[in-house]
């Protein structure tokens, strides 16, 4: 399943209306991340397989967003992404939380249960 990139008109339409709210209220209906990436960056490169095994994996639980920071320059700014990849974790019901760098599938699973509150489908069976 191929991850959904956003521009600023999805972003506001599916994530959060930064126009008209001042209070981050997410609009999205289940926990999701996004992926804050460039095409030359080389640990981006890295994470992108991985977000998308995990995007395979978790199916319907959680959604992942990729949002390309040379295109989407002001979505970027918004959200003060200097260094990528940046991952910005969104509860459904709780602020969102930021994550730098090039993080470890095992990692990448631990905050999506600590912060997500989604149990990977493989500890589900145990």
């Not at 490169?45 to 040379?70: F, H, M, R, S, W």
């Not at 295109?71 to 003060?80: C, P, R, T, V």
Request: with cysteine; proline share 6%; net charge negative.
């Amino acid at each position: 399943m191929a991850l959904e990139h956003l521009t600023k008109e999805t972003f506001l339409e599916k994530v959060f209306d930064y126009e008209k709210e001042t209070e981050w209220k997410y609009k999205g209906d289940k926990p999701a991340l996004i992926d804050f990436y460039a095409d030359w960056c080389q640990p981006c490169k890295i994470v992108a397989p991985i977000l998308e095994e995990l995007q395979e994996e978790y199916g319907d639980e959680l959604v992942i967003y990729k949002i390309d920071t040379e295109d989407q320059q002001e979505l970027a700014a918004i959200f003060g992404i200097r260094n990528i990849p940046s991952l910005l974790f969104i509860p459904k019901d709780a602020q969102p939380q930021m994550a730098v760098g090039a993080l470890p599938k095992e990692t990448l699973i631990k905050a999506i249960e600590d912060v997500l509150g989604v149990k990977h489908p493989s500890s589900k069976e145990a």
